[in-house]
């Protein structure tokens, strides 16, 4: 994340389907609990999709929406 703040963003708009599944990945941790990660089942079949597609063992996310955030 910190390499992210040298970097001359200024469209949100992810350049490609790996980045928007990273920021929604992101987006999502910023919203729940580790403890949420844990319980709600829902949840950890959301990011267990990311993560699969992320290792090349899955398909995009449904429901995935990932944007930059702007510095």
């Known amino acids: 994340m910190a390499e ?3 970097l001359r963003v200024n469209d949100e708009t992810p350049s490609n389907a ?5 920021w929604h990945i992101m987006h999502e941790l910023s919203l729940h609990s580790a403890h949420d990660l844990e319980r ?4 950890k079949s959301e990011i267990s999709t990311c993560l699969d597609f992320f290792s090349g063992k899955g398909s995009y996310p449904i429901d995935c929406i990932g944007w ?3 510095p």
């Open 18 to 22: 790996r980045e928007r599944v990273f």
């Open 40 to 43: 709600d089942l829902y949840f």
């Open 4 to 6: 992210w703040t040298l």
């Open 68 to 70: 930059r955030p702007l």
